[in-house]
């Protein structure tokens, strides 16, 4: 029998797959109010990757809160997966991974033409310029997180635009909220 992976184990199982298909892999990505964790991309095509212990609602809800952002989702998760949670799945066009001793594609993810292009294309610029060699699904820790480092960039970009305006800062600083209105009720008191 083989032990079950923590959730930050399957990170590299999973990172190495995609990279050996030819993708920059990314990991633990900002997005409106949560983090992705892991984000593949090739020739501006988005794999997003879930990682949890099991297959529950939870983590099919998660995923398909990523269809607007993302061409494909995929949940990976190091134990068999009941038939309804992969039933749901197949509705909702997640595919599978299981992670154990090696990494097997359970059920293939479908690609998703309705995704939003406004944020698939923010989703894309924030990739390229984020730079993270953390493994994925790695658990919170106090005091950092997308919001601690999206603090300290606008904090950054207010030293040489002190006049600035939510709209521009949201507009040059890499962040993860979805518009101005957001990023400013969320960060208005810590600047």
Not at 61 to 85: E, F, G, W
Not at 152 to 167: G, M, Q, S
Request: proline share 4%; with cysteine; glycine share 4%.
């Amino acid at each position: 029998m083989t032990r079950q992976l923590k959730e930050y184990k399957l990170s590299d199982p999973v990172k190495e797959y995609f990279e050996k298909q030819g993708y920059k892999v990314y990991t633990e990505i900002p997005i409106v109010g949560s983090q992705i964790d892991i984000i593949a991309i090739k020739n501006d095509f988005i794999v997003a990757v879930e990682l949890k212990t099991s297959l529950t609602r939870q983590l099919i809800c998660q995923c398909i809160r990523h269809l607007n952002d993302c061409n494909i989702i995929y949940a990976a998760v190091p134990v068999n997966p009941t038939s309804k949670s992969i039933g749901r799945c197949k509705k909702y066009s997640i595919g599978i991974i299981k992670v154990s001793d090696k990494l097997e594609i359970i059920l293939e993810a479908k690609i998703h033409f309705k995704h939003s292009k406004v944020r698939h294309t923010r989703m894309l610029n924030f990739c390229y310029s984020f730079m993270n060699d953390s493994p994925g699904g790695l658990p919170k820790s106090k005091g950092k997180g997308p919001r601690i480092e999206c603090i300290k960039r606008v904090k950054e970009y207010l030293i040489n635009n002190p006049a600035a305006k939510w709209r521009e800062i949201f507009d040059n600083v890499n962040n993860h909220y979805y518009n101005y209105k957001s990023m400013q009720n969320a960060l208005r008191e810590k600047i």
